[in-house]
T-cell receptor
Framework: AQTVTQSQPEMSVQEAETVTLSCTYDTSENNYYLFWYKQPPSRQMILVIRQEAYKQQNATENRFSVNFQKAAKSFSLKISDSQLGDTAMYFCAFLNHFGNEKLTFGTGTRLTIIP | DARVTQTPRHKVTEMGQEVTMRCQPILGHNTVFWYRQTMMQGLELLAYFRNRAPLDDSGMPKDRFSAEMPDATLATLKIQPSEPRDSAVYFC????????????FGQGTRLTVV
């Protein structure tokens, strides 16, 4: 079974600074997908960024980028030029390429952007 | 603005009562998921459907939970009888199907069983 670990329960950073959220996972599979979801106070889960394990290039979406280290099973999220609207819970999630389409989530990191 | 719609947003009920949560997936999406979020367990998959047929409900307590899709525009999750340990936020998500495609989440139903 896959497991996803987020070792930082809470983080805070000044507005406009850069912050990196950590995620590690454990799997014996070779083909899979990794995601970062954002959950603001409104509660809705919003996809931030997605990475396919067979792609070596790190995914980027505007101010959001990942550092995907497949051998180390690490998938960190970097938020550049952080904004107040980035304040939220962030969840790392794993999806196996084969079989059940279940997302396995980490326990989340509560990120607070300080004005 | 396509989105997954869940009703109700909040539900408070007494132990032993039946609870029904509803979800309208995004039009055209053929895959529907039900997740539960609690402080202790985090986010867990309860069940999911493809083209209205259940593909996996192994995460769901079978004795009290049931999930159905009466038609392509409606998914329901029922708990009967409800218990205090069922208190959680229940999310519905839909997707176009296919491994790795994005699951779009609704805003969840916060259920409190007293």
């Amino acid at each position: 079974a896959q497991t996803v670990t987020q070792s930082q329960p809470e983080m805070s950073v000044q507005e406009a600074e850069t912050v990196t959220l950590s995620c590690t996972y454990d799997t014996s599979e070779n083909n899979y997908y990794l995601f970062w979801y954002k959950q603001p106070p409104s509660r809705q889960m919003i996809l931030v960024i997605r990475q396919e394990a067979y792609k070596q290039q790190n995914a980027t979406e505007n101010r959001f980028s990942v550092n995907f280290q497949k051998a180390a099973k690490s998938f960190s999220l970097k938020i550049s030029d952080s904004q107040l609207g980035d304040t939220a819970m962030y969840f790392c999630a794993f999806l196996n390429h084969f079989g059940n389409e279940k997302l396995t989530f980490g326990t989340g990191t509560r990120l607070t952007i300080i004005p | 603005d396509a989105r997954v719609t869940q009703t109700p947003r909040h539900k408070v009920t007494e132990m032993g009562q039946e609870v029904t949560m509803r979800c309208q997936p995004i039009l055209g999406h053929n895959t529907v998921f039900w997740y539960r979020q609690t402080m202790m367990q985090g986010l867990e998959l309860l069940a999911y459907f493809r083209n209205r047929a259940p593909l996996d409900d192994s995460g769901m307590p079978k004795d009290r939970f049931s999930a159905e899709m009466p038609d392509a525009t409606l998914a329901t999750l029922k708990i009967q009888p409800s218990e205090p340990r069922d208190s959680a936020v229940y999310f519905c998500a839909s997707g176009e199907g296919g491994i790795g495609t994005e699951a779009f989440f609704g805003q969840g139903t916060r259920l409190t069983v007293v």
